[in-house]
């Protein structure tokens, strides 16, 4: 090899450690979290979504990899076994406050089984506003519905204790709590009925049905006034 053609073939090797030396000093002095990436499709289980300081702020997830509920930035067994596919969002301090979650299959008897549901959640308390699809044995209820929540945070060493219940003595215990709306009472439901009627049912603070309007699949229609037993005190037809 000449003189000539030795400087020319250094020259470029010199030039090509100078680009790699440049890229990767500019890559080593990059602010984390500012990468960028592209990608024309990407399979995966789960995505966390966080804050530079590592605060989860959502994830989404299939079934396998739904995460339990987080509460004040960790991550502990959700209390009803929630496992199911979607995306849950998370406030400034990583608690849960709603989100996403959807299933649906036929299943062995041949039934549907399939629900849809997007809740927005007080702050470190349950759902107080959910949109729901439901099917189940052919029975379909869809709609919006809006409740009364506790002001106190959840209280998750009271659903430990449940869980360690036998069966009988929790199912007790939990229809004792609901009635003394511990979970929280129903407020406002507007929507499509199992037994295809449309509705909008109004209850008091107790969670107690007062007004109730409907029109059922063959087009009658009411308003009823109800008492706090729930028994009708006044009925207004068309026809009134």
Not at 133 to 147: C, I, K, L, T, Y
Request: hydrophobic letters at 40%.
């Amino acid at each position: 090899m000449n003189a000539n053609r030795l400087l020319i073939v250094y020259s470029a090797v010199l030039t090509l450690g100078c680009a790699i030396g440049l890229a990767s000093g500019a890559m080593a002095n990059q602010a984390p979290g500012t990468e960028k990436a592209q990608f024309g499709e990407i399979d995966v289980q789960r995505i966390n979504i966080r804050e530079p300081d590592g605060t989860i702020r959502m994830v989404l997830s299939n079934t396998a990899k739904a995460p339990g509920i987080y509460w004040r930035n960790v991550e502990r067994p959700h209390p009803s076994g929630r496992r199911t596919a979607g995306m849950l969002f998370f406030n400034e301090e990583g608690t849960e406050n709603g989100g996403l979650t959807f299933r649906g299959q036929r299943m062995p008897d041949g039934n549907v089984s399939s629900n849809l549901h997007l809740s927005f959640d007080q702050y470190e308390q349950d759902q107080v506003i959910t949109f729901s699809q439901d099917e189940n044995g052919g029975r379909r209820f869809a709609g919006m519905m809006v409740r009364d929540v506790p002001d106190e945070p959840v209280d998750f060493d009271l659903f430990q204790r449940l869980n360690q219940m036998p069966e009988a003595e929790r199912a007790a215990e939990i229809r004792r709590l609901r009635a003394a709306g511990v979970g929280g009472r129903d407020r406002v439901l507007i929507g499509k009925t199992p037994d295809r009627q449309s509705a909008i049912l109004l209850s008091d603070a107790l969670g107690r049905p007062r007004i109730r309007m409907r029109v059922a699949a063959d087009g009658a229609s009411a308003i009823e006034f109800l008492d706090e037993n729930g028994a009708v005190v006044r009925n207004l037809t068309p026809q009134d």
